[in-house]
């Protein structure tokens, strides 16, 4: 009975300790974003999906984990709704933590279109021009996302009006990665400065930047990078280490490439989850 007791008390110890460690460690590092003549390159992930709604974090919540993946701005892209995307405004100003930009992932079963920059939702009705314009008419911009063979939409007058598409995604299926690929080299034989775009599709996986865009900013802002992406300033970045886009652009973000996931206090990160597991483990078994 002793040897329960004490268990069970060592148990409660070690999952206090990491809950504690984990809190106190708890810091985004700070990022400054790199230079390269006269742009800032920023670091993106334009497709994010958040609570409430159909992601698992808050906006405020993703901002901090989107510090801890190396990046400089989010788009929070809920499908079909707008709530999430309306807490944005309310995030305090911060200078040194990314930029995080209301949008939504307009879902229609012939195609899936994200719109970033958005002040009010789109509705779902029409074609992917007919929506892509009333994207524009908000001053937001639109990205075709997963755009697979089987989305019907995707025709030349829909990647005409596409501000860009995503060429990096990480599908577990090379088939689509491969469509996602010639769907872009189509939009850019149709205009040949649409943005390629690499987005995570993060909803509640450790995944967040793991397919990235890095963006040629004038200024470090929700215009800069608005307007960046209208321009086609983009690098995408795949989770095989692949890039595609101007390769002057690309060979620009090779010599500048920023730092991906950045946690600070690694090994006491470590530990704290370590004790935490084996704290917890150690309650239920007991």
């Not at 460690?25 to 800032?40: F, T």
């Not at 279109?113 to 009010?120: D, P």
């Not at 997963?146 to 829909?158: I, L, Q, R, T, W």
């Not at 090779?254 to 370590?274: F, K």
């Amino acid at each position: 009975m002793k040897t329960s007791v004490v268990g069970r008390v060592l148990a409660g110890i070690a999952l206090t300790a990491g809950i504690v460690i984990g809190t106190v460690i708890d810091r985004a590092p700070h990022r400054v974003p790199r230079q390269s003549g006269d742009y800032v390159i920023l670091a993106g992930d334009f497709h994010v999906h958040a609570a409430p709604g159909d992601g698992s974090l808050t906006p405020s919540e993703l901002r901090d984990e989107a510090a801890r993946a190396g990046l400089d701005v989010i788009a929070i892209t809920n499908h079909n709704q707008f709530l999430a995307a309306r807490l944005v405004s309310s995030l305090p100003d911060a200078a040194d933590e990314p930029l995080v930009i209301a949008g939504e992932e307009v879902t229609h079963p012939d195609y899936h279109l994200i719109a970033v920059g958005l002040e009010h939702p789109v509705s779902a009705n029409g074609t992917v021009a007919d929506v892509a314009r009333k994207i524009h008419e908000q001053g937001a911009v639109a990205i075709a996302a997963h755009p697979m063979h089987a989305f019907a939409g995707y025709d030349d007058a829909a990647l005409s009006a596409v501000d860009g598409t995503e060429v990096a995604h990480p599908e577990r299926l090379e088939k689509y990665r491969r469509e996602y690929v010639q769907t872009f080299e189509r939009a850019r034989r149709l205009k040949p400065h649409v943005a390629p775009i690499g987005s995570s599709d993060f909803h509640n996986t450790p995944a967040l930047g793991q397919c990235r865009t890095f963006v040629f900013a004038r200024e470090r802002s929700t215009a800069g990078v608005l307007e960046g992406l209208r321009a086609g300033r983009t690098v995408a970045l795949d989770d095989h280490g692949r890039m595609f886009g101007d390769p002057a652009l690309v060979e620009r973000v090779r010599r500048e490439l920023p730092a991906g996931r950045t946690d600070a206090y690694g090994s006491w990160r470590r530990l704290a989850v370590a004790l935490a597991w084996c704290g917890l483990a150690g309650v239920l078994l007991l």
